[in-house]
């Protein structure tokens, strides 16, 4: 039965059994006595039959019964089950029992009550002719056993169902060999079907079939003789895109449909080839990519398939009529895969033969030809050139793979260019290849588009150390670029995570580093380079550093799978994007090679370009800056993105370029001796110049000294350090170091040349003070505050407190009345980020927390840089000051006359030291109101001490001393000792002395004296613990720090040297600091600084202004010009340099004098002689400028301000009883600077009248200052 039974059909049930025992079972075969049960389905008669069983070992014995299928059961599965219980005996003649044994068995009987259903799928056939005509059957239940065909009610003919399965109820397909008689009649067709039981169609399916006796059309989509794009198949065939329509005449049963559309090329074709057929409305179009032949006439290997073609296409009906050969579609196009060829022919130079040398040492413009190759040309649509270090050639000895990924659209194969021929290729049998033949940074690319494509390079082997991988990707999205993979683990992926680019290494854990704050997901194309190996993990994009591991090798070697495009590990693993040119070597890459590799191409320029233009010229330029041994490389592609990717055919030249000016480096080591710092100059260059040298080194006058030739014989010089082996010999590097005493005020230029002329000049690194001040913001070096510039005017920022430097973002901070505003560093941006405070005065910076912080008289307060969630951190009153000492998580402000601490976030407030109980030890317990509340504070940023700073009085029998502000270092009770000097100290100081503990009295050192009246309401700190402070009367200074009392012999970090040199004139309401590290520089570049001979002038009194010019650029500058813009406030009396030029008098107030050429390194000073005016009162601001005919180097030195106070003359008093002096005593401090000393009675002396007058605005600004300060107590 097949399984299968009809409804009323009868069948015969048989059950067996079989004694298989084993006989390794107890020893022997067993005789086995019992029941078999066999129960049938009440759809075959349910009944049960019982049997008695006896088996001798090995016997057999069946059951059976007949059964009678319902004529009323339903299709469907049924099941008959026999049941065997029987006890097993061992055989004659001991029988003895051995035990029970029971089994089962059923069997499956399909009941089939469906009858069958045919159709005929065929709708025409050719008259006169033996047509095969066809169609579907199909059971719900069981399989076709029987198909009949009648044509016009004759009698019906078993048709042939030979295709069919006789088992299951799969749709069985018929055919049937029908004579069709001439005429053009339409016919009857009737079908029946008979399935597995005998159930016959009830009533047969009949359709109309016409007669077609009209071949089909077909045209070619292709007009005239095109160039198409060739492209490959899974097979490596070599492929012709070529596409039309087809249609088949005649409608309903007189059209029997497109069956198929046929193309055959020639030459090199491979015979005639199905299309794909893709339905229309009234047509088909169809299309196919052609697969041309492996091999060419001449039974060589296709390789280039560039030629033309001649393309043949035929269609064919249901019916089997064929296009006539005289209606066949007969077309050409041509293929073009050559890549153009390109030549170097020469350079814009005159006389300069690039074929005869192999030395460039100046920029020039290289020059050549481009020629369009093959038979089939696309015209020239781009060139490239690419000077390749050595530092890039010298690896290629060591590639394992290069995929240049030009491969043509549609290949599912990947060429291996390394010529170790490993390849790659795509999941084809997933029919996920990417799309091959993209747009590429240059020429072809492959585009991912989806999740599943990925091209594999199988089984390449890998080491586990010394190993590097560079490519080219290009995404608009998170996603896996690359990875290593075999059976065991996955290693060394490359992916995008949040637009940055990440790494991974694999050894006894995963080691991930990551590029930060950089989106590389952006849509353009960018290098990634991977390498691994002592070094550890390094991971470049763009030729520059980007992260680094300390893994130095990966558990993971041996043959592995290289995956691009994916990164199974990766968040997002698989990536939409492109990727192009990928190289893996098996050595570690130098980051100067990385380097090589990320500038290697650049577009060349083209004469002419397109479909037309088959030969033109190229140019394209050796830059300046390049130094060392090149090869230039050059390729080209034609219009069909052909281009050369074989690095073997690339060179065109070898040999050294040498357009670069020598390296500079300058070092500058504060403190190196006590007292001293250490100037080192370092020059390099493949081709340096001995005698061009001038290295910084100062004179007993401060003056930069020219290096001497003989000097440096017994200096660091360094030969053949930059050269390939065998070089002649040559210098390469020099390094010279000197000492000069002191602090170094200014800057220092180191110059060099080579020996073809590049020259180039390097300013030392200097820390810039940003000056909020009453003229607005100010910029100015913070040695010696050269170089002023007025970088925002009173109208664009008017500070009333403190300034802060994010140096990261390149922005500035100021407080601002009731706001707090911030710029770029240059001035540009200015907005107001928080208003609304009360009084605010202090404020800093921290720049990796991204967080503002300022003190307000009641609270210290932070917030977002961009002014979002402000937070109280401190609540308080009195508050004055504070200062953030960041590397220590520590915020510290001042409260009257107590300095407190906190941390960052506010929390764990403590007081860190208070002057509230010092007293005055001249007058016994003395008195503690002469201390006033602490007005600044700052903390050392390398040594994390706080420093403070006030103001005092100090009264004795005979005198009143007004003290300037004092910094004071407090290092707290736990410490024996704790000083703080003002700075430079001088002789004569007050020994005050502090509340303690019994153990020890902490002394504080305030030194008195110096100029009278004035405080330093300003303390502040560079980065590299310089002091800085300001005093009320105006001026910012650069001060020192010192631990231990009346010594200079040790200093608390920073630089401290004696001295104390002006930075600002003005006055400064906040000071902050941003290291500058100029640029090496090829041209002149003009610096101009500014100084007044006196800090003060009254009308009718006389300064000097002072121009000091220098020239710290590489050559000599022309063409110098110095601009003065004299106040309104003074008169111009005359003008000299020192150098004798003769400077005009001014137009208006409009000084300009012209001067001689500045050579690289000198200067010259510009005097102007002023009187004051009657309107000479208040700050009087004079601005100066420098140009030149050349391009300067560094335009923002190119300014300077100068800062001075008119002072209004006030007659002198003349006393009518002087009193007697009392004596002074001896532990007075006598005052410095020749400040007039008041005597006893209140009169004045009269030898000096303007000691008169100072004396007597001393006692109003002390009146004043302590009114002032009376809000901070």
Not at 512 to 518: A, E
Not at 738 to 749: D, K, R
Not at 767 to 773: D, R, V
Not at 1047 to 1061: H, L, Q, R, V, W
Request: net charge negative.
């Amino acid at each position: 039965m097949n399984g299968f039974i009809g409804l009323g059909a009868t069948g015969v049930y048989t059950a067996t059994v079989h004694n298989t025992t084993d006989p390794a079972v107890g020893g022997s075969l067993f005789v086995t006595e019992g029941k078999l049960t066999s129960t049938l389905p009440t759809q075959l008669g349910g009944q049960t039959l019982v049997s008695d069983i006896s088996l001798q070992p090995t016997g057999t014995i069946a059951s059976t019964a007949s059964f009678t299928a319902a004529t009323n059961a339903g299709s469907g599965k049924v099941l008959v089950n026999s049941a065997l219980a029987a006890q097993l005996y061992d055989p004659a003649p001991s029988y003895v029992y051995r035990g029970n044994y029971s089994l089962s068995s059923s069997l499956q009987v399909t009941i089939d009550a469906d009858r069958p259903t045919a159709d005929t799928a065929t709708t025409a056939v050719r008259s006169s002719a033996i047509n095969i005509i066809g169609g579907t059957a199909s059971d719900p239940t069981s399989y076709i056993s029987r198909v009949q065909v009648s044509i016009d009610g004759g009698a019906f003919t078993d048709a042939d169902i030979s295709d069919c399965r006789q088992s299951g109820n799969a749709p069985c397909a018929w055919a049937f060999a029908w004579d069709v008689p001439a005429g053009s009649a339409t016919y009857a067709v009737a079908v029946k079907a008979t399935d597995a039981v005998g159930n016959e169609q009830v009533q047969a399916t009949v359709s109309n079939v016409g007669i077609d006796d009209l071949a089909p059309s077909v045209t070619s989509g292709v007009a005239g003789n095109p160039i198409v794009a060739a492209g490959k198949n899974a097979d490596d065939q070599w492929t012709l895109p070529l596409s039309g329509s087809a249609s088949d005449p005649g409608s309903g049963s007189t059209s029997s449909g497109l069956d198929r559309v046929e193309v055959m090329v020639e030459p090199n074709g491979s015979g005639w080839q199905p299309a794909q057929l893709i339905a229309s409305t009234g047509a088909s179009t169809w299309q196919i990519d052609y697969p041309l032949s492996a091999f060419d006439s001449t039974n060589d290997p296709l390789l280039d398939p560039t030629g033309s073609y001649t393309f043949t296409v035929r269609a064919v009906d249901k019916a089997s009529n064929v296009t006539a050969a005289t209606n066949y579609a007969i077309g050409t196009v041509r293929i073009d895969t050559s890549a153009p060829a390109i030549r170097l022919t020469g350079s814009n130079l005159p006389g300069f033969d690039i074929s005869a040398t192999r030395l460039i040492t100046s920029p020039m413009t290289l020059s050549g030809v481009v020629t369009e190759t093959g038979s089939v040309t696309t015209g020239i649509a781009s060139a490239e050139m690419s000077l390749t270090w050595d530092k890039v050639t010298d690896v290629y000895a060591n590639t394992v793979l290069a995929m240049p990924f030009d491969d043509p659209p549609g290949a599912t194969t990947f060429r291996d260019v390394s010529r170790n021929a490993w390849g790659a290729s795509c999941d084809l049998a997933a029919q996920q290849c990417p799309d091959a033949g993209a747009a590429g940074r240059f020429g072809k690319a492959i585009r991912l588009t989806s999740t599943e494509q990925v091209v594999i390079a199988p089984t390449v082997p890998i080491s586990t150390t010394g190993y590097a991988l560079v490519g080219w990707f290009n995404a608009g999205q998170d996603g896996g670029i690359f990875a290593v993979n075999n059976a065991s683990a996955t290693d060394r992926q490359i992916y995008l995570s949040g637009g940055n680019v990440c790494a991974d290494v694999l050894g006894s854990s995963r080691e991930t580093i990551c590029s930060v704050n950089v989106n590389y997901a952006d849509g353009g194309w960018h290098m990634v380079a991977q390498t691994l190996g002592g070094g550890g993990q390094l991971l470049y994009v763009d030729g520059r550093l980007a992260a680094s591991g300390s893994a130095t090798s990966s558990s993971l070697s041996g043959a592995a799978n290289l995956i691009f495009g994916r990164a199974p590990q990766a968040t997002t693993n698989s990536l939409r994007g492109s990727l192009d040119e990928f190289k893996l070597f098996d050595v570690e890459l130098s980051a100067e090679s990385v380097l090589g590799f990320y500038q290697s191409w650049q577009p060349a320029s083209l004469a002419s370009a397109g479909s037309s233009v088959n030969a033109t010229t190229w140019s394209a330029v050796v830059p300046f800056g390049l130094e060392g041994y090149y090869s230039i490389d050059l390729t080209a592609s034609d219009a069909q993105g052909n281009r050369n990717d074989d690095r073997f055919e690339w060179s065109q030249w070898r040999g050294e370029i040498d357009t670069a000016p020598p390296s500079l480096e300058i070092l500058i080591e504060p403190g190196a001796s006590f007292g001293g710092t250490r100037i080192t100059g370092i020059a390099e260059d493949l081709n340096l110049d001995r005698a061009s040298l001038q290295l910084p080194c100062f004179g007993p006058n401060g003056e930069v000294n020219d290096i001497n030739p003989n000097y440096l014989v017994g200096g660091q010089m360094s030969y053949n350090t930059l050269t390939r082996p065998g070089a002649p010999l040559r210098l390469n590097k020099v390094v010279r170091s000197c000492t000069i005493p002191g602090y170094p005020t200014g800057t220092f230029t180191i110059r060099a040349c080579d020996t073809y002329g590049h020259c180039a000049a390097k300013t030392s690194p200097q820390y810039q003070a940003y000056i909020a001040s009453s003229s607005g913001i100010v910029r100015a070096s913070a040695s010696d505050g050269a170089g002023q510039q007025l970088i925002l005017d009173p109208t664009k920022a008017n500070p009333t407190g403190g300034i802060a430097i994010d140096s990261q973002r390149q922005q500035m901070y100021w407080v601002e009345a009731t706001t707090i505003r911030r710029a770029n560093l240059d001035g540009t941006g200015i907005e107001t980020i928080i208003s609304g405070l009360s009084a605010p005065r202090r404020i800093a910076v921290a720049e990796a927390a991204g967080k503002v912080y300022w003190s307000e008289p009641g609270a210290i307060k932070r917030a977002n840089l961009d002014g979002s969630g402000v937070e109280i951190l401190v609540a308080g009153t009195g508050i004055a000051s504070l200062s953030l000492d960041v590397a220590r998580s520590k915020i510290f402000w001042a409260a009257g006359k107590t300095i407190s601490s906190a941390n960052l976030d506010g929390s764990g407030q403590s007081t860190f030291a208070s002057l509230e109980t010092v007293t005055d030890g001249f007058q016994g317990a003395g008195s503690t109101n002469f201390l006033h509340p602490f007005r600044d504070v700052a903390v050392n940023p390398v040594s994390g001490r706080p420093y403070f700073s006030l103001y005092a009085t100090c009264v004795s029998p005979t005198q009143v001393y007004i003290l300037e502000g004092c910094q004071f270092l407090y290092n707290g009770p736990s410490l024996s000792t704790g000083y703080a000097f003002r700075v430079p100290p001088t002789p004569g100081a007050a020994n005050l002395r502090m509340a303690s503990s019994s153990t020890f009295t902490p002394q504080v050192r305030i030194e008195v004296g110096s100029e009278s009246a004035v405080s330093y309401d300003t303390v502040a700190f560079a980065p590299d613990g310089t002091l800085f402070y300001a005093k009320r009367e105006g001026g910012l200074y650069r001060g020192c720090t010192y631990l231990s009392a009346g010594t200079a012999t040790s200093s608390d970090g920073g630089i401290c040297y004696a001295g104390e040199p002006t930075i600002f004139g003005g006055n400064v309401r906040g000071v902050a600091f941003t290291l500058v590290k100029p640029p090496v520089v090829t041209n002149p570049d003009l610096r101009i600084s500014k100084t007044a001979s006196a800090p003060t002038i009254v009308a009718g009194g006389t300064l000097t202004y002072t121009l000091a010019v220098r020239n710290v650029g590489a050559v000599t500058g022309g063409g110098v010009i110095v601009t003065d813009t004299l106040p309104t406030s003074v008169t111009f009396l005359s003008a000299s340099t020192t150098r004798g030029e003769s400077c005009p008098a001014p137009s208006g107030a409009l000084f300009q004098c012209s001067l001689a050429p500045i050579d690289s390194g000198a200067g010259v000073d510009v005097f102007i002689r002023v009187q004051g005016t009657v309107s000479a009162v208040g700050p009087i601001q004079n601005n100066a400028s420098v140009g030149g005919s050349q391009a300067d180097s560094d335009t923002t030195n190119n300014n300077a301000i100068n800062v001075v106070s008119g002072i209004t003359p006030t007659p002198t008093d003349t006393p009518t009883n002087t009193p007697t002096a009392t004596n002074t005593p001896t532990n007075t401090p006598t005052p410095t600077r020749g400040i007039a000393t008041p005597t006893p009675s209140g009169a004045f002396t009269e030898k000096d009248p303007r000691g008169s007058r100072r004396a007597l605005a001393l006692a109003e600004e002390t009146r004043a200052r302590r009114k002032d300060d009376s809000h901070l107590a």
